[in-house]
Structures are given as C-alpha cells and as structure tokens.
C-alpha cells in the first residue's frame, strides 16, 4: 500500500508540478549556473546507494586554487529561498517513482556515514529512505546527529500508514513555519563523523 501511494503520489505531483519546474529550472540557470539539477551518491535501503537529485542551491564559485568555496559563501540569497521553501527538493519526486526513495521514511545521507554508524544507528536502513521522516518534523537540522537518528529508528519500529499520513501533514505544517532548516551556526549542516561533527562542504541534508 505504501509503494502504490509513492507511485500515484509522485507521479501526480511531477506532472501538476512540471509548469513549475520549468519556471525553476529557469531561474536557478540563470541565478546559479549549470547544471540545475544537483544530484549526489545516497545510501538508501539496505545500505545500498542511489543518486539523489535536488535543485542546485549554490554556485560553483571556487578560490585561487580552483577549490570549492565553503557553503556560506556559495549560498545566495535565491539559494535560501529555495532550502527556506524545500523547492530544492521537488526533483526527489523523481526518486520516489523511481522506488528510490519514499513519501516518508529516514532522510538518506551520504555515502560515508556508513562507517561511523552505530549498530542501532544502522538499523535506519531497514526502510526506504523519505523526502520527509519522523526527524523532518521533530526538528530537521536544529537538533544533534543523535537525536536524528533515535527518531529514526523509532519510525522503523512504529511504521504504519496512519504514522505516514501525519508525518506528511506536518510535514507540509513544517514547511510554512520553515522551522530547523539550519543548524544554529551553519550555512547548511555539520558533516557526522561519529561522536563528533566537522564543517560540511555541499553536503545538505
């Protein structure tokens, strides 16, 4: 029943959306450059991963060594309106067609967390990953790496249709507040490393 309502769900929302879309990938050329579309190596069931797509919120500006500039300095004022009002995240409706990804479900994170997790920690990876998930609406990027992933795991443990339905109301509650889109002190989130954090480059969650 999940799978049936990512399908029709998706589907209904790329082509509802797709005037939109058009009107972004505009902007987004013309403000931030190519490509439009972001797209980053995930983990998603399993341990498995999957390229995850976004509209770019950055620009490719980089230093006299041809290094990328940290995200403070790439994220523009239109980027953060677009992480502001998760329009950035339309394309992954392009992911949950695809079975990559669901509605709902732990947010999928980069390839190299795998390593620092925890046994408990791991057991995130039971489900698809989501657009949006149990730690999206109890806090997002305000709270620590911790927090996000007890959640998580008590979504993989208490799953069920109704528990998705609320998520995704409050989800759509979330987004109007636009509540825990940054961490306190970050252009966009402190890369996990185990039991401590370092200065994230492109890599938002």
């Known amino acids: 029943m999940k799978r049936v309502l990512d399908v029709i769900a998706s589907f209904i929302g790329l082509v ?3 005037p939109l879309f058009i009107v972004l990938s505009l902007l987004i050329r013309f ?3 190519s490509p439009v579309i972001f797209k980053q190596r995930r983990i998603g069931k399993g341990g498995e ?3 995850l797509y976004k509209f770019r919120t950055m620009t490719n500006e980089r230093d006299e060594c041809g290094e990328l500039l940290p995200d403070e300095k790439r994220l523009t004022p239109f980027g953060m309106f677009l992480r502001n009002t998760s329009l950035d995240e339309l394309p992954q409706l392009w992911n ?3 079975g990559d990804l669901s509605l709902v ?3 999928p994170l980069l390839c190299e967390y795998l390593a620092f997790y925890t046994p408990e920690q791991a057991r995130r990876h039971e489900v698809k990953p989501g657009i949006t998930g149990w730690a999206q609406i109890n806090g997002r990027n305000a709270i620590s790496w911790e927090e996000k992933f007890r959640l998580d795991v ?3 443990d ?3 249709f109704l528990l998705d339905m609320k998520i995704l109301a409050l989800t759509i509650f979330k987004v109007f507040k636009r509540e825990g ?3 306190a002190g970050c252009a966009t989130v402190e890369k996990f490393n185990g039991c401590s954090v370092s200065q994230s480059e492109g890599g938002r969650e």
């Open 105 to 107: 479900g732990p947010r």
């Open 181 to 183: 889109i940054q961490q």
């Open 158 to 160: 208490h799953q069920s």
């Open 49 to 51: 991963p999957f390229w």
């Open 96 to 98: 949950v067609l695809k």
């Open 16 to 18: 509802v959306l797709f």
């Open 31 to 33: 403000r931030l450059g």
């Open 154 to 156: 008590w979504y993989v």
